[in-house]
């Protein structure tokens, strides 16, 4: 690994701004401050650009089956794209299947990852089988590395959707273990009930993917996962929030003192349910779970990033190609896969709609996509930070670089970009993983297979993040 110093620029992290050079040495930080020595080592000159770092985005689904097909992009084209728009970092979801252990999934995500990495990686894993062997197996976990896990309380009819009764017992089983649960909060029950009246009456476009899931069904499971969680004495984490109804939920149960991260994600802050109702079925660019929203639970959501309600920004990158998987819903909107690309977009379209605007601010931008990733996800102290000790995982941001996103100009393996034409105020002028340089002047560096599984714990699944 090289030994460098990064020379002038201007260091970012959750805690404040400042002045300084970073030096790496042997993969890690060796010493941030004005007086680092060259020690031989190569000076890189960062002045006029911001040192953050690495991005880390624990919400992602590559090489992913859903409905019937499978993502768009697989641990190659993914995390080229990740890597592309300052990620050094994800944390992937592995589904377990029907009659198999939880540990068949890592095994089955660690073969899919195998040789395809351009950054490190980390992996939940997503309970679809609750049977007393797998209850079991749940405390075993953290010897693999693993201390989150995930449960659907959508999908009902399919292997995903989990009860209440089980996700409670997912919940005291997990507190006692140090694991994490994680919920994709819509209530599945009402949800099936609604997308059943909705095609009995011959209501089959893309915006009622929207219509049968509104804000309510979100709100009120995320209440009533919050109050199982409080029951059962357990942190929790509520992925993907959509909407001011939900976020409020996540306010009043920290006014309670009960601990929960809630995420949110860009096309939230930036996409509104009007882009489910393009014509000529464009909207199914659009559909993704839970969906998109009224354009008025945008800046409600900007604000709770701003005051801690909300602690992190992860992308659910899910990708689909229009062609051939979208249309798989052409006269039913209950078809068309789930999900939408994002992780290349998420740091950019955050500091054009969020910093540049004044709705949050830089150390608040480096904690959502990195420190309290970290905190939240078991990755600290290793990542998230720009300190001596930690691994060089570094972003080197230009503030100013102008860019429009085009299908032409992504780094992914889907055959769209739900962001087309969106002008971009900043960017990764160059990103480092663990001191190697992995991305430089647009083009992704770092070989398939040199990203690394990085096994996760968590001192405690209650520690604060920066608020």
């Not at 300052?86 to 660690?110: M, N, Y």
């Not at 559909?287 to 920004?313: F, I, K, T």
């Not at 992308?315 to 909107?333: I, L, N, Y």
């Not at 690394?452 to 699944?461: E, I, T």
Request: glycine letters at 10%; proline letters at 6%.
């Amino acid at each position: 690994m090289p030994d460098l110093n990064l020379r002038g620029g201007t260091v970012v992290t959750a805690d404040g701004t400042f002045d300084a050079d970073v030096a790496i040495r042997d993969g890690r930080i060796a010493a941030v401050g004005t007086t680092v020595p060259d020690d031989g080592a190569e000076a890189v000159d960062v002045r006029g650009l911001l040192v953050m770092p690495g991005f880390i985005d624990a919400h992602t689904h590559m090489d992913m089956p859903f409905g019937g097909t499978i993502t768009a992009d697989d641990w190659d084209s993914g995390t080229a794209a990740a890597v592309a728009g300052g990620t050094t970092t994800i944390v992937d979801f592995a589904l377990q299947d029907e009659g198999r252990s939880l540990g068949d999934a890592i095994d089955i995500w660690q073969g899919k990852a195998f040789g395809k990495t351009h950054i490190d990686y980390g992996l939940h894993v997503a309970i679809c089988d609750l049977t007393d062997a797998v209850k079991a197996e749940i405390p075993s976990l953290p010897e693999r590395g693993v201390c989150t896990v995930k449960v659907f309380m959508a999908y009902k009819g399919t292997s995903l959707f989990m009860p209440d009764e089980d996700l409670f017992e997912i919940l005291q089983i997990s507190r006692d273990a140090g694991v994490l649960v994680m919920v994709h909060a819509e209530n599945g029950d009402v949800i099936a009930k609604l997308q059943q009246q909705a095609l009995a009456r011959g209501d089959v476009d893309p915006i009622w993917h929207a219509r049968t899931r509104p804000e309510g069904v979100e709100a009120e499971a995320t209440a009533r996962a919050i109050r199982l969680a409080e029951i059962a004495g357990a942190p929790l984490a509520v992925v993907h929030v959509t909407c001011a109804d939900a976020a409020d939920q996540i306010r009043r149960a920290h006014a309670r003192g009960v601990t929960v991260h809630g995420e949110t994600c860009p096309q939230y802050l930036v996409l509104s349910e009007d882009d489910l109702a393009r014509p000529d079925f464009d909207g199914a660019k659009y559909v993704c779970s839970p969906p998109l929203r009224d354009a008025s639970n945008q800046e409600p959501l900007w604000r709770r990033l701003h005051n801690g309600d909300l602690v992190l920004v992860g992308s659910d990158h899910c990708a689909f190609d229009f062609a051939g998987q979208k249309e798989m819903g052409r006269g039913d909107f209950t078809k068309i896969p789930n999900g939408m690309p994002g992780v290349e977009e998420r740091a950019a379209l955050l500091w054009t709609n969020g910093v540049r605007t004044g709705r949050i601010s830089p150390e608040r931008f480096v904690a959502v996509l990195s420190t309290n990733q970290a905190h939240v996800h078991g990755l600290a102290p290793r990542k998230g930070l720009i300190a001596p000790g930690a691994e060089a995982d570094i972003v080197v941001w230009d503030p100013d670089q102008a860019s429009t996103i085009t299908h032409a100009n992504r780094h992914g393996g889907n055959d769209y970009s739900p962001y087309e034409g969106h002008r971009l105020v900043g960017g990764p002028e160059r990103v480092y993983v663990r001191g190697v340089l992995a991305f430089h002047d647009g083009e992704v560096v770092a070989p398939p297979g040199s990203g690394r599984f990085v096994p996760r714990a968590l001192a405690s699944p209650g520690r604060a993040v920066a608020a």
